[in-house]
Each structure stands twice: as C-alpha cells, then as structure tokens.
C-alpha cells in the first residue's frame, strides 16, 4: 500500500567523493563506482516507492552531493527552511533546492548569512509531531535552533553532537512511529544523553552499539511499520521486530564513502503540523565583554574553547585589538547555550576569565535567604579563587574572604552591606547567597607585558615543571624566600612526614631557624615523625643516618608519641628539654604558629594534633590569613585542603614526587602556582644551598 507520505530525492548522476568534508570521505575520493551507485540509489527509490510518493530535483553538474536531498531544508507543514551549508563545496545546491521548494508552493524561510544549518540532516521531527530534535557542533549551528522554532511554531530539543563520524544528526538519530527512538549514545555529549533520556522513556529508547552505528544504521528511513537502512546486525533487526518494526536493507556503500545512507538520500515533505504545538526553546544567548591581553595572555582562545568544550557556541561580534605593545585588547562575544543549566555552566567559567556584561545588560546578582544554617540555596554561585565582585542594589560589592568551593553570602552589617566568601557548613539562617551567574564578575589584573615577562622569571609557569626545571625553581624559591623575609612578609610551609624520611628535616629546620617561615601546617605523622628523628635517631624505625631498619624500630614511633603525651604538648617536651633538635623543636623556640590536623589514621595523637577537623580548617586558615607564598612540601592531603582556601595571588609551589599532586595543585588555573615533581628532600637540600649563596658576602676570586 501507498501512503500519502511523500519523499523528495535526487538521482545520482553527478554524484561522486570530489572532495573531503566528512571522515567517511577522507581516502575516497573519485572510489565510488558510479555503475553501483546508480544501481543502489534505483534499489532505494524503488523500496520507498512501494511504500510512499517519491518526487525528484534535478541534480546539477558540479554538485555531487546533491543526492542527500535530506540536507535541502527542514520541512513542517507548508513551511521550510532552507539549509545554509558549512562547507563551500555544498553552498551551490542551495539555490537549485530553494527553487524546487518554491516551485512546489513551500513557504521559504532563509537563515541570516553565516548561520549554518544543514536541513533535515541535523533536524528530526518527532514521528509524533510533538517536538523537533536539532542537531549542533559540527554542521548546524545552536544559534539556528531558535529561528526553527520561530519559524515553523515547534519546540526545538537541541542535542550536541560529538564524535565527527556523526556530524549530522541523522547519521546517529531516528525517531521512528509511536514514540520509538533508534539512535547511538555515543554521538552524544552526556548533557544530551541526559535531555533524550528525560523525554524518551526506556522502553522507547532503542540504543545500538558502535558496530551497527557504523553500518548508518541510524540513518534510516521510516514510513510507519517498516525501516529502510542500508545494514543492520541480527541482534538490532530482532530488536526492532520485538516493537513491531519491520526492517528492509538496501544496500548503499557507495553513498557511505561520502558519509551517507539511506535517510540522507531522502527529504520528507510531508511533515504533519500538530495544532496544539508551539514555539519554545530552551536556547539562550547572552553577550559577553572580555578585556586584557586577549591574544598574548591566550586569554580569547581559552574563553572560546571553553564555550564549545561546555556545549555552547559563539559569535565574536567585536574585536579591538590593542595596537601598541602595551595596550590592551576588547572583545564582546555572543554566547550561546542549549539550557539556562548549561549556560550557567560556561558563564561561571568565563567570570574566571574576567568576563562581565556590557554595561546596558548589567543586573543585579540574584539573591536567594539561607532557610536551613548550613544548606545553600540550590542553584548556589560556587565561588573560586579570584578576587569577586557581586552587585547588589546597583553597587559592586568587593567579596571578602576570598576561596574556592564556598558560597557568597550577602549580610547587613553596621557597615552596611557585606559580601562574604563561606564554607557550605558556615552559611546562617536570614543571610542572602548569591544564586545563578548574574550580577558577578572578577577582577583580573592587566598585567604590561613587561610585567608578565618579569612575572615568567618567578612564578608565571603554572605548568608541572621537568627535572630539568628543578634548579631553576628552586633558584626563585629562594629569591623569593629571601624577599619576603627582608620585608617582614609572610611565608607558610605544609609539609607531610616524607620531608623527615627523605633526610628534609635538617633543611626545613633550618628555614624555621632562619626566619624564612612564618607558619607550619601538617598532620600529626610529620610531628612524630620529627620528634622520632631527634630523640632517638630513626623516623618509623629507621636509622637516619644509616639508612637500615633497626630492630624493634618501629616501637620508637609509639614511645616518643607516649613521651610526649606524657608532658601535655610539644611545647613543653621541648621546655623541659626533652626535644632538643628539629622541625617541631625549631617552631616552638622561634615562636613559628604550627597546626596539625589529625585524621583516621593517626596514632596516638600526640597532644597538639587538632582531631576536631572543622576546628582543624578554621586553624589552617587562620595561619595562611596574609601569607605571601605558600610551601607545599610532599602532603598531598593538607596540601590540597591549603589550596581550596587560599585566594589567588598567593604563591604556591608544590613539591612532590607524585606528579598527580602537582597536576592536581597547578590545576588551579592560578598563575602564580609552580609544580616541582621532585624528592622533597633533595628539593630542601638544593633550596638551603641556594640561600646561602644569595646570603654569603660576594668572594672575588682573584688569581
Ligand atoms: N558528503 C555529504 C556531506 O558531508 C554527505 C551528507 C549526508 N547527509 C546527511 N543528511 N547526513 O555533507
């Protein structure tokens, strides 16, 4: 029997692989046998003519892939809109399309330029009418998505797509009659995954495996009960036959080696309109401004990359750049984003960036009231390390107490209005926190270059440095070291117990003795360990200066834990002259604050560790309160907890022999954070060396 469904083709007389604009093209060109092709296409037209009405555009020399007529348009109704091809090489067909839809008395909508859209390839009806899936990331692109839903009065589902060997929606997607859906996950990123899995329920999903999503078992043509593909396995046809779908395969790999199949062959023109069914889309877009040293900080590139990476897209509208060596560069960008969710997403990132609305669109931040102490509002703006701004009432207020992973609570004070950085936990019941990405922005300082190249000597690589790098780093440790010191400033060391055994404990000693440490964090094993090492000569039962397990060793550990339990604190073990040497020994007599955090496994503890662990934080934060640099020595724990409340322009360097560490730490995003994969204890060794030749009275050499 013959529907009513009517199909739109064209014959493969011109088509061939010309050129390369698809994975499936690329070692193809001039492969496919035109014999086989012709005989092919015949095969399909003549399967669809069983079932539908097939009509046929004249294909036109110059344009091979004129065949995949599904790229003409997106028809609904007596409504099209008519493709805007990516690739110059489809651009020719658009107007021999435009004609035909014309001529068959199609109402034509056409794109604004340089909007591409490539038709019914990215853009698939629901067999019910009820929505139109869209297609973007390599061919259509999401700012088309709200014109279609203009358009043709539809709401628009806007899916990502992202493995290149599907760059068309219908070469991994295909709704099918009663609410079916046969389509290959992969394609997509997990936000989509996640929109198909809320509209289609699990009986409806029909999802096939790679080898079937290869054969464009997706891209079929379905004409109620049967679908017509080129190939698919036992496994999908018994499937398909389980829901009542009849399966015809056709063979077409001539067509595959240009990237299509079956559905891409055909264009549906007749799309039924569902009366109740209107526009929406969840597209949004806002305009951003960005400003600095766009290019050379690379500052543009990684804005534009993290929209796309995210889901977005783009559309740089305006670009001044910054003429003279100092000057600085402008930049508005229209962002867009396929949910309010996503586009939260990449705008929190790009406030890191420096990003802030134009001046017209300035609003202030949304605020929503703390109702449980310690439970933030939902939709919370996680807050980072850069210096904050929120506005509230018209005027940008500057954060306080700036960290990473807090909340921003807005509070009335004698002072008037306060903003705050605080933990989760600290948030109180009648405070506002600041929701969405509105009315925020950081401040980032525009460096000269110069400045920046002067930085590059101390700390502007936050990459994870080399062996190589080792002694370079530690030349500008101690410079800086030194710096900080003559100016009375602030430096805090985290360390964790390898320090003692890697031989660190004399060096980090040392540092403390010499003024060059203001603070020391850690847990309670550096302590034992130390305080082992300098009573009875091993840490964990080593001898230190040998190198070989004593007998029984690892009982030290326990007693020196006891004897210091047994006088009340290291404080006064090291009064009553029981620790005469060392890291702990060295803070007490200099009056260097230390905290040590306990945790699970701790033995003992000794009687300064902090087993209150929220107590522990707030002590830790109080001792980074203004330090200037920070000295992350092999902790991976307390360094990381030191990273989270440590606002940005504090220096950080992380010496670890765990490159994960350093990543992890560098991954901050911070400029001034330095990663050295190194033996901590070398690292020391390499660091006192370095400060006293920068202390020792210059020696000329003479004869
Ligand atoms: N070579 C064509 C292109 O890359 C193939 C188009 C396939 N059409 C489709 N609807 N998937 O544009």
């Known amino acids: 029997m013959v529907s009513q469904i009517r199909f739109l083709m064209c014959a493969p007389d011109h088509y061939d692989v010309d050129y390369v604009i698809n994975p499936w093209m690329e070692g193809n060109i001039h492969k496919s046998s035109r014999d086989r092709a012709v005989e092919q296409w015949n095969k399909l037209y003549n399967v669809i003519k069983d079932h539908a009405i097939v009509d046929l555009v004249t294909p036109q020399k110059g344009w091979p892939d004129m065949v995949f007529s599904a790229n003409a348009g997106l028809v609904l109704g007596e409504n099209v809109v008519l493709s805007r091809f990516l690739h110059k090489e489809r651009q020719g067909e658009e107007p021999y399309f435009q004609q035909w839809f014309e001529n068959n008395s199609f109402k034509v909508y056409t794109l604004p330029k340089d909007l591409p859209f490539e038709g019914a390839g990215d853009a698939l009806l629901d067999r019910e009418g009820r929505w139109l899936w869209a297609g973007y990331g390599f061919r259509s692109e999401l700012d088309s998505h709200p014109y279609l839903a203009k358009w043709l009065d539809i709401e628009v589902i806007s899916l990502r797509l992202m493995d290149e060997r599907f760059y068309h929606l219908d070469t991994c997607f295909c709704p099918l009659a009663n609410g079916y ?7 997509f990123d997990s936000y989509s995954n996640r929109v198909i899995e809320m509209r289609v329920t699990p009986e409806k999903r029909i999802a096939i495996a790679e080898a079937d999503a290869v054969n464009f078992a997706c891209n079929a043509v379905n004409i109620e009960s049967i679908v017509i593909m080129n190939k698919a396995s036992d496994s999908l046809k018994s499937r398909l036959a389980e829901v009542g779908f009849q399966v015809i395969e056709t063979p077409l790999t001539e067509f595959l080696k240009a990237g299509g199949a079956a559905k891409c062959l055909t264009l549906r023109v007749t799309e039924p309109v569902r009366e109740e069914v209107h526009a929406t889309t969840q597209v949004e877009s806002r305009i951003i401004r960005l400003e600095g040293h766009l290019l050379d900080a690379g500052l543009i590139n990684r804005a534009l990359d993290l929209i796309v990476d995210m889901g977005g897209s783009f559309q740089v509208l305006k670009f001044n750049l910054g003429e003279q060596r100092q000057s600085t560069s402008a930049a508005e960008v229209r962002v867009s984003a396929p949910s309010h969710e996503v586009m939260e997403e990449i705008i929190s990132q790009l406030i890191d960036l420096g990003a802030v609305d134009l001046p017209q669109d300035e609003r202030d931040a949304k605020l929503e009231p703390v109702l449980q102490a310690g439970v933030a509002p939902d939709d919370f703006y996680v807050s980072t390390i850069y210096p904050t701004e929120v506005r509230v009432n018209g005027q940008w207020l500057k954060v306080e107490n700036q960290r990473m992973d807090g909340a921003i609570a807005i509070s009335s004070t004698a002072n008037g209005l306060v903003a705050r950085c605080k933990i989760l936990r600290d948030l109180e019941i009648g405070e506002q926190v600041v929701v969405d990405v509105q009315g925020i922005r950081t401040i980032r300082k525009t460096e000269s270059r110069e400045q920046r190249n002067a930085q590059e000597f101390s700390f502007m690589s936050s990459g994870v440095s080399s062996e190589r790098r080792v002694e370079l780093v530690v030349e500008q440790v101690a410079w800086e070291l030194r710096k900080i010191r003559d100016a009375g400033g602030k430096v805090v060391v985290t360390a964790g117990p390898v320090v003692i055994h890697t031989g660190g404990g004399e060096h980090l000693s040392r540092l403390i003795r010499e003024g060059y440490v203001q603070g020391l964090l850690g847990g309670n094993a550096i302590a034992v360990h130390d305080i082992e090492q300098n009573m009875m000569g091993t840490s964990l039962g080593v001898d230190m200066k040998r190198g070989v397990a004593v007998r029984g060793g690892h009982r030290h550990h326990l007693k020196v834990i006891n004897a210091i339990r047994r006088f009340g604190s290291i404080t006064k073990a090291v009064d009553a002259g029981v620790i005469t040497s060392g890291v702990m020994y ?35 934060a109080q001792i980074i309160q203004g330090a200037e640099m920070i000295l992350m020595l092999s902790s991976m724990l307390h360094s990381i907890g030191v990273g989270n409340m440590t606002p940005a322009g504090v220096k950080m360097v992380c010496v670890d022999i765990n490159p994960a560490v350093v990543t992890k730490l560098s991954d901050r995003g911070s400029i001034e954070s330095v990663g050295v994969v190194t033996d901590v204890g070398l690292f020391l060794s390499l660091l006192i060396q370095q400060l006293d030749k920068l202390t020792s009275p210059y020696v000329a050499n003479v004869g």
Do not use: H, W
């Open 181 to 187: 859906l046969l389509y290959y996950p992969g394609a």
């Open 586 to 620: 060295e803070c007490v007599k200099n009056d260097v604050p230390f905290v040590l955090a306990g945790s699970i496994r701790d033995d003992g503890p000794l009687p300064d560790t902090q087993m209150n662990l929220i107590l522990a934080q707030q002590e830790y």
